[in-house]
């Protein structure tokens, strides 16, 4: 045995106990090499009937060790086998309870279904969640698990990651009890129930595993629906293929191909992507410049300025983390509207089963909507939403600085205005920040957080802070035109409407997006936001590029035309009354019209190019933010653009897919584009000197993993 697993005995039950902190996980081969040894000491001792496994602390084991993966997939490590565990345990004559609290996922799963009998408490969580860093089981749990909860059930947790709650596996079969009260306890009382019986192994089992007329129809459902809701990811279907085969073979060969189906996945590029982003997402609460010990300023209550779209929807976030929210606007006409669609919000998700009735009216309770500044003057955090327009902005917040308690945070959610200036309307320009959500404001998981000149320190890491608190991936960024996403955004849709100029068709360019893994098209998701709002967005802009010989983009002539997107009903696509989306042929002859007056020649443009020219017009602009100190990292730019923007997160962020086809090579492309289109496409820097040294922009990671 080993230090990290410990074994006592209760009277006549051995409780082994797992100690390894955090998150107990399969750390090798400290803890598997120790939990068998335990399982050993229990088989040879005659005065033990049974023994208990649990984990010390707040969980069982949450599964794999994830450090060890790198280290894996570079060769250096042999691939973890836990199979002679878990045949170990399975084999132990006496019964083997595994006590579940917390979670038992992926790995921890595979182990809690080597024992003899599975117990927990109410909300311990199961799962084979795998598949969520491109992987598979692969250590019998295509196997043992459908044995237990049935093949279709089996299917979509080992596809879809699905994790359940102890009620629901009670009643698949997963589990044998739910212990109310003292997990320990109720664990020893249920093996003290069960020793002397004969014990029952999981992999004998085949009553769940229905008649062989049934299968081809549950894996094609099962098949159908992870492609469709894990586009792009292999290892939802090779976990169907392992559980299929498991009706076919030995329980012994179809681990032996689970196996090599785990290690195909283990060594994809989409797996690898998925560590990046899973690192990547722990990694950007750091902020190289703010230590931990940082203080943070406690946030009570919150104050929101605007109850329109966005304002709405930032005061909904307060309201579901508990946070109590003060809402202003303008008049009581504008304020009813907003306050009723945050009714409409709350009523929308009872009725799609996200929340209670009792849940959605304590979070409305916590929204209180007032005309007045004199009810911001208690309030720890304010966010600003009103209109997007500098002068109003500076006018709000010198409002805020007057009326709000000295030391409270002013944020504000401009996506395009210049944060130092806002904050120079104020006397605290170090309380005032960036706080820049995305719409659906309570849906959208990204939080942009500007830094401006003058922010401080305590401000920074108590917005980072607040940030995990309302459920948010906060990203720090710094204070430049569009911030870092719309700053990229805008590039990427900018080659999007070239190529169209060229030659490509719209829809072509969307679908060629699509494919590559966008949840829309470029000049689709330009129809959605409001091609007037954009126009606007670009006001300040247009002068500027102008002078330089730069062409406007495409859509200004459309916004010249009233071709708003949908909501006028026509914009790159024309739109029912449903917002369906058509392709309108007048639009197409129009663009060929406007090519030939700007003496470009059309061409036919292939789906690679489309790909190749938006998806790198996203990294050389990254490349150029990483260079001016605008993020911390690239792995920030990856989870800003996956949590944000829908990029792919199976291909790990735009800066970690230009690493996976090659900085060398991407480089070489982007010198290409510019000669053949001119300035726009100046490689940046930074990526001609990676490119040159034969580096990569992880290498450079602050706090690289
Ligand atoms: P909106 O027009 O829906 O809402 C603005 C609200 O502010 C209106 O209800 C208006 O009555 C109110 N308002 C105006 N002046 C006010 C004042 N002096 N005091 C109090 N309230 C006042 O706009 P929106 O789409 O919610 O955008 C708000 C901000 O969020 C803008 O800065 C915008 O750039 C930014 N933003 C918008 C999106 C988006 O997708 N819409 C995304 C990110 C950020």
């Known amino acids: ?175 044998d009890r739910v212990v109310d009260g003292d997990l320990l306890a109720g664990a020893i009382a249920f093996a003290r129930e069960v020793a002397g019986r004969p014990t029952r192994t999981t992999r004998e089992r085949t009553d769940k595993l229905g008649a062989p007329d049934q299968h081809a129809a549950i894996f094609a459902a099962a098949r159908e629906a992870a492609r469709k809701k894990q586009r792009g990811l292999t290892a939802p279907l090779l976990a169907i293929d392992a559980i299929e ?161 000295k030391g409270a945070i002013l944020a504000t959610n401009t996506s395009s205005l210049d944060l130092d200036r806002i904050a120079a309307a104020t006397r605290r320009p170090e309380s005032v920040i960036g706080t820049h959500f995305f719409s659906p404001a309570n849906v959208m998981r990204l939080l942009e957080v500007v830094r401006g000149k003058a922010t401080g320190k305590e401000v920074v890491a108590t917005t980072m802070k607040l940030a995990k608190r309302l459920g948010k991936i906060g990203v720090l960024v710094g204070n430049c035109r569009g911030f870092v996403g719309n700053r990229m955004f805008d590039q990427y849709r900018r080659e999007a409407q070239r190529l169209v100029e060229e030659g490509a068709a719209i829809e072509q360019v969307d679908r060629a997006m699509v494919d590559f893994g966008m949840p829309m098209g470029p000049l689709a998701v330009g129809d959605l936001i409001g091609l007037d709002v954009l126009y606007h967005g670009r006001n300040d802009l247009r002068e500027a590029e102008a002078r330089r010989g730069q062409p406007p983009p495409l859509e200004d002539r459309l916004y010249g035309l009233k071709r708003l997107g949908q909501k006028s009903g026509a914009g790159w696509y024309t739109y029912d009354d449903d917002r369906r989306a058509t392709s309108d042929p007048d639009l197409a002859a129009l663009v060929r019209k406007w090519a030939a007056e700007a003496g470009v020649v059309q061409r036919p443009v292939s789906a690679d190019e489309i790909v190749e020219r938006c998806v790198y017009a996203l990294v050389n602009e990254g490349a150029r933010i990483l260079d001016d100190g605008y993020a911390s990292r690239a792995s920030d730019i990856d989870v800003l653009f996956i949590n944000g923007y829908g990029f792919p997160a199976y291909r790990g962020g735009p800066m970690w897919y230009a690493q996976t086809i090659g900085l060398p090579k991407v480089h070489a492309r982007i010198r290409e584009f510019h000669q053949a289109y001119g300035p726009a496409w100046q490689p940046a820097p930074l990526l001609t000197r990676l490119a040159d040294a034969g580096r990569t922009f992880t290498g450079r990671d602050v706090g690289a993993h």
């Open 245 to 405: 085969a498991g009706t076919r073979l030995s329980f012994d060969e179809a681990c032996q191909l689970e196996r090599d189906l785990f290690r195909q996945c283990l060594f994809s590029d989409g797996s690898k992507a998925l560590i990046h982003v899973f690192f990547g997402e722990r990694t950007v609460a750091k902020v190289p410049d703010v230590p931990a010990t940082t203080p943070v300023l406690p946030v009570g209550c919150a104050g929101v300025v605007g109850a329109g779209m966005m304002g709405g929807g930032i005061a909904m976030v307060f309201a579901n983390a508990g946070i109590p929210v003060v809402v202003k606007d303008i008049d009581q006409a504008a304020l009813d509207r907003g306050m009723a669609a945050l009714q409409r919000g709350y009523a929308t998700a009872v009725k799609r089963g996200r929340t209670s009735q009792a849940d959605a009216d304590a979070r409305l309770a916590l929204i209180k909507p007032t005309l007045r500044y004199e009810d911001f003057a208690d309030v720890d955090f304010v966010v600003e939403a009103v209109v997007e327009d500098m002068d109003l902005k500076t006018r709000v917040f010198r409002d805020l600085d007057a009326t709000c308690r």
């Open 1 to 175: 045995m080993t230090k990290l697993i410990r074994l006592t005995t209760d009277a006549d039950i051995g409780v082994i106990v797992i100690d390894n902190p955090p998150v107990n996980a399969l750390t090798h081969p400290a803890v598997p090499d120790g939990i068998a040894a335990a399982i050993r000491r229990v088989e040879d001792d005659p005065a033990l009937a049974a023994a208990v496994v649990i984990g010390h602390g707040k969980t069982f084991i949450s599964g794999a060790d994830l450090n060890e993966f790198e280290e894996i997939t570079s060769g250096n490590h042999p691939v973890p086998d836990i199979l002679p565990l878990l045949r170990g345990i399975e084999d132990c004559t006496k019964p083997v309870v595994m006590a579940v609290h917390g979670a038992a996922l992926g790995g921890g799963l595979e182990v809690a279904m080597a024992g003899h009998y599975r117990v927990a408490v109410a909300d311990a969580q199961f799962g084979q969640t795998e598949v969520r860093l491109g992987i598979m089981p692969g250590a019998s749990g295509t196997q043992r698990l459908p044995r237990l909860v049935g093949l279709a059930k089996a299917a979509e947790m080992c596809a879809e990651g699905t994790i359940v709650r102890a009620a629901e596996a009670l009643k698949l079969g997963l589990i």
